[in-house]
């Protein structure tokens, strides 16, 4: 089974129209998707103030990738809640998603680290078992991975493009952590290979991020490290259906 790891789609009508064909054209099977950061939080105020409004933006977002799992039946989608300030661990607990997405950039607005409610949302995740792709910068994931034991996975998307870089995360030790796995979404061919040779097939992810990339062609940008089967199989999908609670 080939899975593409990452994809943000919150809209049923577009899935069908833009991501379904080329997931089918390539043999994707399987896709983890969650909402794109524009239904979680305005990405562009760095004074950004949570209200209920961009809640219940955020809720019927999430709820929709959810809805997605059980109304598209040609390929199977496998929703992740996207969270953010407000850490709704009841969501979380409604036992409608597979795994975690956790983002922002630099100049975004922050997660409150120190919050209580932080806390709990990470100890639900835990409890769960859950993987989370962790978009960050370079210091917010090394503190999230401080606050994380070693029960959930954590997934670094591109390769660590934008949580600071793949050698400064390398420098940090950060790749070396057995529950820490890569995406290759839009990573340079060269890192995948660097991840490869230092660190095996085992904790690598296909992605492609859609819609920024395209999932055939990311397919394609792996399928040419000419991997052995067994290693194919466990990048392309293999690796990810492994890190899901309940499994796949």
């Avoid at 949570?50 to 199977?76: C, F, G, H, Q, T």
């Avoid at 989608?77 to 997405?101: C, I």
């Avoid at 978009?135 to 670094?156: A, H, Q, Y």
């Avoid at 040779?197 to 690598?204: C, I």
């Amino acid at each position: 089974m080939i899975v593409d790891s990452h994809i943000h789609c919150a809209d049923p009508a577009e899935f069908r129209r833009f991501v379904l064909p080329g997931l089918k054209e390539a043999g994707i099977s399987a896709a983890c998707v969650f909402p794109p950061v524009e239904d979680v939080y305005d990405r562009y105020d760095p004074g950004f103030v949570d209200s209920p409004l961009w809640r219940e933006r955020r809720r019927r977002a999430n709820r929709a990738v959810a809805a997605m799992a059980r109304e598209i039946d040609e390929i199977r989608v496998l929703p992740y809640y996207f969270v953010w300030n407000d850490f709704d661990a009841g969501e979380l607990g409604s036992g409608l998603y597979r795994g975690v997405k956790w983002h922002r950039h630099p100049d975004e607005p922050e997660y409150r680290y120190g919050s209580d409610a932080c806390a709990r949302f990470l100890a639900a995740v835990e409890a769960m078992e859950l993987p989370v792709l962790l978009e960050e910068t370079i210091d917010n994931t090394l503190l999230f991975l401080s606050k994380m034991t070693s029960k959930s996975p954590v997934i670094i998307p591109h390769m660590g493009m934008l949580n600071g870089g793949y050698r400064a995360l390398d420098a940090e030790g950060v790749w070396d952590e057995p529950r820490v796995y890569a995406d290759s979404a839009l990573a340079p061919l060269r890192t995948i290979e660097a991840f490869l040779d230092r660190h095996g097939s085992r904790r690598l992810l296909f992605g492609s991020d859609y819609p920024f990339g395209s999932p055939p062609a990311e397919l394609r940008k792996l399928q040419a490290l000419g991997l052995a089967p067994q290693e194919r199989d466990a990048v392309l999908g293999g690796n990810l259906l492994r890190l899901l609670h309940p499994p796949a």
